[in-house]
T-cell receptor, first 116, second 115 residues
């Protein structure tokens, strides 16, 4: 079974530029998550989708970050314009949706963003 | 709101020794799950072990066990017979059992296994 795919793996941009990240979850997983991991910290949830609807985006800086999950499969996360403090690893995760039990999250390899 | 605290920024252990990584948590959710993830230098998050808040027995997965003390709100990870490949960052995390099952992570502990 293929894992969670992310691209690109690395991206270097200058501040005020735009950038987009792509994630393809494990086939059949209804829930998709984007986490931001700043160096030296644990991951922080940015946005959670269930199928193609947003479940939680309370920590997404909506003035510059946007995300979509068309057709309930793959997803893109965009930053426009980027700031220096956006330098981080962006992790995508997916999980199945089974009622009445915990649904394990499977993580992709991440995209390391450096903003200069 | 949920909070995870990992008070050990770094741990150094001799190969083949057992090691305990500390984790305390705070939540108002009546049911929740506790997790440990390993993050090697390559960056991927590897799931290690899960404990449900209503599970009567402590979880075990091979060399990993979770020492769950609900009254003390602690969920320590125990690695027995450590190996050089165990060197990595380790994150404790929690999630409510109901509703949106998002993970809240701690700051992590960097574990170094010395030969």
């Amino acid at each position: 079974e293929a894992g969670v795919a992310q691209s690109p793996r690395y991206k270097i941009i200058e501040k005020r530029q735009s950038v987009a990240f792509w994630c393809n979850p494990i086939s059949g997983h209804a829930t998709l998550y984007w986490y931001q991991q700043i160096l030296g910290q644990g991951p922080k949830l940015l946005i959670q989708f269930q199928n193609n609807g947003v479940v939680d985006d309370s920590q997404l800086p909506k003035d510059r970050f946007s995300a979509e999950r068309l057709k309930g499969v793959d997803s893109t996360l965009k930053i426009q314009p980027a700031k220096l403090e956006d330098s981080a690893v962006y992790l995508c995760a997916s999980s199945p949706l089974r009622a009445g039990s915990y649904n394990e999250q499977f993580f992709g390899p991440g995209t390391r963003l450096t903003v200069l | 709101a949920q909070k995870i605290t990992q008070t050990q920024p770094g741990m150094f252990v001799q190969e083949k020794e057992a090691v305990t990584l500390d984790c305390t948590y705070d939540t108002s959710d009546p049911s929740y799950g506790l997790f440990w993830y390993k993050q090697p230098s390559s960056g991927e998050m590897i799931f290690l072990i899960y404990q449900g808040s209503y599970d009567q027995q402590n979880a075990t997965e091979g060399r990993y066990s979770l020492n769950f003390q609900k009254a003390r709100k602690s969920a320590n990870l125990v690695i027995s017979a450590s190996q050089l490949g165990d060197s990595a960052m380790y994150f404790c995390a929690m999630s409510p059992f109901q509703g949106a099952q998002k993970l809240v992570f701690g700051q992590g502990t960097r574990l170094t296994i010395n030969p």
